[in-house]
């Protein structure tokens, strides 16, 4: 185990701090830099600030402290014995009724890994926001939400957690199959209950107060084939100075969510044309392609922790105390071989998302034929929420759920095609 951590450190120490193709390094191809200028409309990328350029460098630099960070604790957690001791200490509180043993293992296991995390949480989740200007949440705020989190752990722990453990003891070689089932219900069940139930314990979410506005966003909705009965507005002012906006939900619960912070910074066309991508997320099904693909990525991923993790077991096991993967103490191992199959998956995953938000792009484009309007959105987002608009190859492979704003500026720019009368992509899911 420690030469796998000394492997992957020096690994991810190399692309933090070295240089070329190999770092997460500025994109120095001219031609992806360079403006358009046969078109009076068009937009030109402004360079990155000052700031956002450190941002986006220290920000590298985290993610890879962020990964080592998500292995070397609960490899200490296990191999230093103190998952064995709080296994045995929680079975011994409960009399060794398997339920309750695992639910005390795991609340004691959050609280110490919250405990030794805090620190890091409260740099990257406060500290490091307020340093860069992107957020005005009050300290009393942040530890709330903090906690509220920490306590939906706990819920979704009691009511989840049991599951795949009672598969594993039941099934211990078809439990990866069942599990990923299993999953699929409840990945529906949690985007269905998320607005109503989740999302409004950290903002308050209220009516549109810009009706001219919301109704214009409903008209726009309507002729995608979409009925939407209002716009929430969150104020998500409280907590940051970034910029979004979404649609979640489906069935009863399916609502369109804009920050105060993006209505506050946008002009109403450039609005328009964002919450035009957002449907366009809507009406593509990417939600529910998204969910295949999560039901296949975690099918893979618990079939190689199933294959990994019984190796280790066998090996490892008696050293450290593990009876096996339906053991609690397991957890720190199962956690291990989670992030690094995540990892080895990542770049699938991301390239999906990047397909689809650039078919959103397209849908927005193709609804309000305001290439304007979408390209200087992107410029404002960039300004906003301090983007970094060429970043390296690796960092699109490893990190970008999203286009590069800049290759999103230039799509805005280029994407015509009812200019020549070609025919649109997605123009036969519009009415007029």
């Not at 962020?66 to 103190?82: D, F, K, M, Q, R």
Request: net charge positive; glycine share 8%; with cysteine.
């Amino acid at each position: 185990m420690r030469r796998l951590y000394g492997v992957l450190a020096t690994f991810l120490i190399v692309l933090a701090t070295g240089s070329g193709s190999l770092a997460f390094a500025t994109q120095t191809d001219a031609n992806s830099q360079k403006p358009l200028a046969d078109s009076p409309l068009t937009v030109e990328v402004p360079p990155p600030s000052d700031s956002a350029v450190r941002y986006y460098r220290t920000g590298n630099a985290w993610w890879c402290f962020n990964l080592l960070w998500s292995l070397a604790v609960p490899g200490l957690i296990l191999t230093t014995g103190l998952s064995r001791r709080l296994r045995d200490r929680a079975e011994n509180l409960t009399r060794g009724q398997w339920y309750l043993a695992l639910l005390a293992y795991f609340g004691a296991y959050i609280s110490i890994v919250g405990l030794v995390d805090l620190p890091r949480s409260y740099w990257l989740g406060f500290v490091r926001p307020h340093a860069y200007g992107l957020s005005n949440q009050l300290f009393s705020k942040w530890a709330l939400d903090m906690s509220k989190g920490f306590g939906i752990g706990l819920v979704a722990a009691a009511l989840f957690l049991w599951l795949p453990y009672l598969l594993i003891r039941k099934s211990p070689q078809r439990w990866w199959l069942y599990t990923t089932l299993l999953s699929v219900p409840l990945s529906l069940f949690l985007v269905f209950v998320s607005p109503i139930w989740v999302a409004p314990l950290f903002n308050d979410f209220g009516p549109m107060q810009d009706r001219q506005l919301e109704a214009r966003i409903l008209t726009m909705a309507q002729r995608t084939g979409v009925e939407f009965d209002r716009v929430f507005e969150v104020d998500k002012s409280v907590d940051t100075r970034r910029v979004n906006a979404y649609v979640t939900g489906f069935a009863g619960t399916k609502r369109i969510v804009l920050w105060d912070t993006l209505l506050e910074r946008l002009d109403e066309d450039q609005v328009v044309f964002v919450m035009g991508h957002e449907l366009g997320h809507y009406v593509l099904g990417h939600l529910t392609r998204s969910l295949l693909l999560l039901s296949a990525v975690t099918l893979l991923t618990l079939y190689g922790v199933h294959r990994v993790g019984s190796l280790l077991i066998g090996r490892i096991g008696p050293r450290f105390g593990l009876r096996g993967l339906s053991d609690p103490a397991a957890l720190p191992l199962l956690l291990i071989l989670l992030d690094l199959f995540g990892l080895l998956f990542a770049p699938a995953s991301l390239a999906w998302s990047r397909y689809q938000e650039r078919e959103a792009d397209r849908f927005a484009l193709e609804l309000t034929q305001d290439n304007q309007a979408g390209a200087s959105a992107f410029v404002a987002l960039q300004t906003n929420n301090l983007s970094y608009p060429y970043p390296g190859t690796l960092y699109k492979v490893l990190r970008a759920s999203h286009p590069p704003i800049g290759e999103r500026v230039r799509f805005c720019n280029e994407y015509r095609p009812w200019e020549s009368g070609q025919s649109l992509r997605y123009g036969g899911r519009f009415t007029r």
